[in-house]
């Protein structure tokens, strides 16, 4: 069953967090891309390992990764090599419908660019994940409707933008479209945000109330790991590693 431990015949022993073991645990990972110039090698040998409540940053000049490896960690892309466990589950193995089904449920994620759905309402892009995965639903659909209308009014209102729930998102700023875009992440009540260079295309006033967001949820237990180039919003995780060619040449600890 996802979410618990998944071994198979000759697979290493591995702990999930309820069993005070890493939540995300990558062991050796490889990532190779083909092109027409031969194969690049966009991560070489990853071993990472990320505990339950850390705000992890990973920062690195463009192409040096980043964005490769948090694609791996959410089931976006698939490893050549290697092992990747997130909370307890083998995503290396899992089949496409299967990381889809898992990833709607243990892994937010948040776009530099948002990725809203232009003519669904800020509330109706919430509502989303909840729909695709089944969640907040009882036996009667209009009560499953409301349960998820609920629930979604509650995140636009931790993110201060329930006023602007029946707006579409381009009728809402930039920052806003973020905030939207993190309540929709969290709408199913994963463990872990991931967030690729959430910030990238905001002004330093607005990207530094989205990353209170994210500060504000690692408080309340959330796991993040946030992927940036900058030196400023790399200071405000827990931990830092920094990653050159597709090999992780720092870390903070």
Known sequence: ????????????????????????DLHQVVKKYLGLAGAVVALKGIDLQVRE???LVVTGKSGA??????????GLDRSTAGEIWVDGVPVHKLGAERTAQWR?????????????????????????PMDFAHRYSIHLRMSSIRQRRKRAMHLLAQMEIAEHAHKLPS???????????IARAMANDPPILVADE??????????????????????????????????????????TIRLLDGEIVGRDA
């Open 53 to 55: 409540g850390e705000f």
């Open 198 to 239: 959430p910030t990238g295309s905001l002004d330093s006033v607005t990207a530094d109330s989205v990353l209170r967001v994210f500060e504000d949820l690692v408080e309340q237990g959330k796991t993040v790991v946030l992927v940036t180039h900058d030196d400023d919003v790399a200071r405000r995780g827990t931990r």
């Open 1 to 24: 069953m996802l979410g618990q431990r998944l071994n198979s015949r000759g697979a290493r022993q591995h702990a999930s967090k309820n069993e005070n073991g890493p939540l995300i």
């Open 65 to 74: 990764g980043k964005t490769t490896l948090v694609n791996l960690i959410t």
């Open 104 to 128: 709607g449920r243990t892994v937010g994620v948040v776009f530099q660019s948002f990725e809203l759905l232009p003519t669904l309402t800020v509330l109706q892009n919430v509502m989303l």
């Open 171 to 181: 009728a809402v700023s930039g920052g806003q479209q973020q905030r939207v875009a």
